[in-house]
């Protein structure tokens, strides 16, 4: 997917591609995942200050909304505000070839997760504009595609990552499920004692610090049914809506 995502930027003139995925967008110092298409290493002793680490542009935007936004020293006019330290950053990046940009927020929810994906070039003003008019809607498109493929692959690895048995899988789906040790021990057939000491080595493997996170963490990797589809729940219902008939029917499906 990242070289589809990369192939993508590059035909449309924007080879510098930029993947961010982090814990919130308040706090990047929670960044889970950071891949680029090009050498960015001159931007590690920048990021080293702390001034410049907690501002971004970018991010003030992302925190309040979901459109793309254009980035770069090219666009520096339509910024509402940008510290002097930003401005040479950005004065760095276009000698680099990254003169104008196009990021686009990407957000879940539930749990709390927060990426960007930037594609950018050498471009003036009206150049960028240009081509975003042109690929804009397939760009955007191609960044929820890619982040929804990262975190499906993300969330598939969580346990090999962090050295979860199989034992320990049953035991989180079944704390994710609302049951106390006693339901869970009479489940698996062991003893409360035994269920503790799983959840404690559950907890020190995932660092989940209580229960609820535990049953976050669940909830999160998807071994938890759909609550809105479970099996033997009452056939769903439909929600009709006829724009230009101004109609709406509600009612029970068939089975």
């Known amino acids: 997917m990242w070289r589809l995502i990369v192939a993508l930027g590059r035909q449309v003139q924007l080879p510098f591609v930029d993947f961010i995925s982090a814990s919130s967008y308040r706090d990047w110092k929670k960044t889970l995942f950071v891949r680029t298409s090009y050498d960015s290493s001159w931007l590690h002793t920048i990021n080293m200050d702390p001034e410049l680490q907690r501002w971004s542009y970018f991010r003030d ?8 936004v254009m980035i770069g020293i ?9 510290p002097q330290k930003r401005v040479e950053v950005l004065k760095l ?4 070839g990254i003169r104008a940009g196009f990021s686009i927020p990407l957000r879940l929810n539930a749990p709390p997760q927060a990426a960007l994906i930037t594609f950018a070039g050498d471009h003036s003003r009206r150049e960028m504009q240009a081509i975003i008019r042109a690929h804009g809607w397939t760009l955007n ?5 890619g982040h929804q493929r990262y975190l499906y692959h993300f969330n598939q690895e969580f346990s090999e990552r962090n050295r979860i048995t199989d034992k320990q899988q049953d035991l989180l789906e079944l704390i994710g499920s609302g049951l106390q ?16 000491q799983r959840m404690n080595a559950l907890m020190q493997n995932t660092q989940a610090k209580s229960r609820a996170e535990l049953a976050a963490l669940a909830m999160s990797l998807g071994v938890l049914p759909d609550p ?28």
Do not use: C, W
């Open 61 to 68: 935007h992302a925190m309040n909304y979901l459109t793309p």
């Open 181 to 196: 040790d006693k339901a869970i021990a009479a489940k698996l057939d062991i003893s409360i004692s035994a269920v503790r």
């Open 74 to 82: 090219e666009f520096i006019e339509e910024y509402r505000h940008v």
């Open 141 to 145: 498109t191609a960044a929820l595609m």
């Open 228 to 255: 809105f589809n479970r099996p033997g729940l009452n056939g769903p219902e439909i929600l009709i809506e006829m724009d230009n008939a101004g109609t709406r029917i509600k009612s029970q499906a068939l089975t």
């Open 93 to 96: 990046a276009a000698e680099h």
